[in-house]
């Protein structure tokens, strides 16, 4: 009977479009973590385990940011030369808003808020982030 009820789960299916776990045990979810549970365990110092569940476990991804603007959309990469090719380097960055390309970092956010600036900067919304990257 336990294994009929329970939901936890390290890896399985996840919403195409947010990267995020789907909900229900017939369908392979897992647990999600609610607010009331996400508050309850700040409460007991556990924040390192909110950390793990609502951001590593869930959707890491690694972006891309100008440190000038403060912009992780505007980033892409740039055309590869043909010595660029042949030596073996790396694809450089370019910001499509500044123009730099000394000025790129990587930066890890969930992709669930890289998805909203995405929607937010289609409808003409931009946002400054930083004070989040602490640039």
């Known amino acids: 009977m ?6 936890v789960r390290a890896k399985g299916k996840i919403n195409e479009i947010t990267r ?3 909900k229900g045990r017939k369908r392979g979810g897992g647990i999600r973590v ?8 700040i409460a007991h110092g556990a ?4 950390n793990d569940r609502l951001f590593h476990s869930s959707d890491f991804h690694t972006a891309r940011m100008c440190k000038r603007c403060c912009q992780i959309i505007g980033v892409a ?4 030369s043909e010595e660029d090719k042949k030596s073996g380097k790396a694809g450089r960055y370019v910001c499509r808003i500044c123009g730099q390309e000394d000025e790129i970092i990587s930066v890890h956010v969930p992709y ?5 600036l995405c929607e937010l ?4 919304i931009r946002l400054d982030l930083s004070a989040v990257s602490g640039v």
């Open 77 to 80: 990469p740039t055309q590869r």
């Open 2 to 7: 336990v294994s009929d009820k329970y939901q």
């Open 112 to 116: 669930v808020l890289y998805y909203m």
């Open 47 to 50: 924040t390192w385990n909110v």
């Open 20 to 22: 995020q776990p789907i």
């Open 121 to 124: 900067m289609s409808m003409g």
């Open 34 to 41: 609610g607010e009331m549970e996400r508050d309850a365990l």
